[in-house]
């Protein structure tokens, strides 16, 4: 039976960390401030925005919430951002995705100041973590090497595959197992034999989006699996991308859904927040 990586636990000690530093800042007059653009009323946005504002009250980071109709049009937004990137009280800014589909999201990230980009999708951060040399990470990502971490799991010279290639998710962790001089391949809706690539992973990540979508005959005896999927089953209970109680028999090491990933991407965002503030007040280098 795998070891369950505890992804409260380790999102428990990321903000205690976290609101620990916001005092620190807090005594010296700065208060870290996360501005949440939504425009729209996708119901999963709307948990995902409610949950980022109680996230930051609970470490003492100061959070605005902008709630934008639908229709808001492209121009509209990007004034928005404009104005909060040029807002001192605000260090960090991120804009729920999806947009709606007559905004074109390349354009919004990009009118985000990069220090302030918390979510690390702006292309010239996306170009900073191609190249090593980051201030942040993307919340996801950062959130699954930290567990890979807690586990004291090593992944230099390991085999690992990312099932996804999103910008999101998929891409920058392949970065990041690379970064860690991990083998790094990247599956994705194309690919030929996946099952059998799958099954040699050391260090399997599935961020699919689809239920069950890794089945036990994927997983090599022993392998550390990552689920990154949210999807909902037949009664609407919240699953990830693995057939957990299957692959648990045969995996080393596996993240539930819930209780895994999911705390972490939040935590990641709060530790991204701090790193702008300090940045933005000279407390860091880049
Ligand atoms: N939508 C789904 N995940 C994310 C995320 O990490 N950041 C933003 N801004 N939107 C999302």
Excluded: W
């Excluded at 208060?31 to 709307?46: E, F, Q, Y």
């Excluded at 390349?106 to 690390?120: E, L, Q, R, Y």
């Excluded at 997983?219 to 209970?237: F, L, Q, S, T």
């Amino acid at each position: 039976m795998a070891v369950i990586i505890d992804g409260k636990a380790v999102a428990d000690r990321v903000r205690s960390e976290v609101a620990m530093e916001v005092q620190q800042l807090k005594s010296r007059g700065i208060t870290p401030g996360l501005a949440v653009i939504i425009v729209g009323d996708d119901p999963a946005s709307r948990v995902y925005v409610d949950n980022k504002k109680k996230d930051c009250a609970r470490v003492g980071i100061y959070s605005e919430e902008f709630a934008l109709p639908a229709d808001t049009d492209q121009e509209q937004l990007i004034a928005l951002v404009t104005s909060l990137n040029n807002r001192s009280d605000i260090n960090g800014i991120l804009c729920q995705l999806p947009l709606p589909s007559h905004i074109d999201e390349n354009a919004v990230i990009s009118a985000i100041s990069p220090a302030k980009d918390v979510d690390a999708f702006h292309p010239s951060n996306v170009g900073n973590i191609m190249i090593g040399k980051y201030s942040f990470l993307p919340c996801t990502p950062a959130g699954v090497m930290e567990l890979i971490h807690s586990a004291g799991i090593s992944v230099e010279g390991k085999r690992c595959v990312v099932i996804g290639r999103s910008n999101i998710v998929g891409k920058p962790m392949a970065m990041l197992l690379l970064h860690e001089n991990g083998t790094v391949t990247i599956c994705h809706s194309r690919t030929k034999d996946l099952k059998e690539i799958c099954a040699e992973a050391d260090i399997l990540i599935a961020a699919v989006g689809r239920l069950k979508f890794v089945t036990a005959d994927m997983v090599k005896p022993g392998a550390v699996v990552i689920d990154v999927g949210i999807n909902r089953d037949e009664n609407g209970k919240l699953c990830g991308d693995v057939d957990f109680y299957k692959v648990e028999k045969v995996a080393g090491y596996i993240t539930p859904v819930p209780g895994g990933v999911g705390p972490m991407t939040r935590a990641m965002l709060l530790k991204n927040t701090l790193t702008a503030a300090k940045l933005q007040n000279a407390l860091l280098m880049e």
